[in-house]
């Protein structure tokens, strides 16, 4: 990737944790919240930031790409880097069905000392999961699979 650039993989990676503290961040304290923690904070204003997570998302998603054509050899045979890509797959149907079923609408008029319906918990706790996943299936990367 760096094709005599010494600093652009390190900056990717700086960038991707970056990106991974916002879309981790805001989502885990969204999900958790839905889940029963923190109950005193309403979910319409947690909902708002939303669109950091979007942007940690994207900002993953641009140097992901930048480290598989830097080096795919590197991941297209690792088992972790197809299951990253199976778990960010399944989050992403998750966060879809989440926002198609409208059920998104339901949880931002939950107010403080409120639960959320059933089906929001259960998508929250999918989301936690799936997104852990993720986490730790790009940190398997260079363990699995004789990558790096």
């Known amino acids: 990737m760096a094709g005599g650039v010494p600093w652009l993989w390190p900056m990717c990676e700086t960038l ?3 990106g991974l ?6 989502v885990s304290v969204l999900d ?12 319409g204003p947690l909902q708002r930031l939303m669109p950091f997570a979007i942007l940690g998302f994207t900002i993953n ?6 480290f598989f054509t830097g080096d795919p050899t590197q991941y297209i045979h690792n088992v972790a ?8 797959g399944l989050a992403g149907v998750n966060v879809i069905l989440f926002y198609v079923t409208g059920l998104y ?31 730790y299936w790009g940190r ?9």
């Open 81 to 88: 880097f197809g299951f990253k890509l199976l778990f960010i």
């Open 16 to 18: 991707h944790f970056i």
């Open 140 to 148: 398997m990367l260079p363990f699995i699979g004789n990558a790096f």
């Open 105 to 135: 609408r339901r949880v931002d008029s939950v107010g403080a000392g409120h639960d959320v319906p059933a089906a929001a918990k259960v998508a929250a706790a999918a989301s936690l999961f799936l997104w852990i996943g993720v986490m």
């Open 61 to 66: 998603l641009v140097t992901g790409l930048l």
């Open 32 to 43: 958790l919240r839905m889940l029963g923690m923190a109950k005193e904070l309403p979910l």
């Open 21 to 26: 503290a916002l879309l981790m961040g805001i």
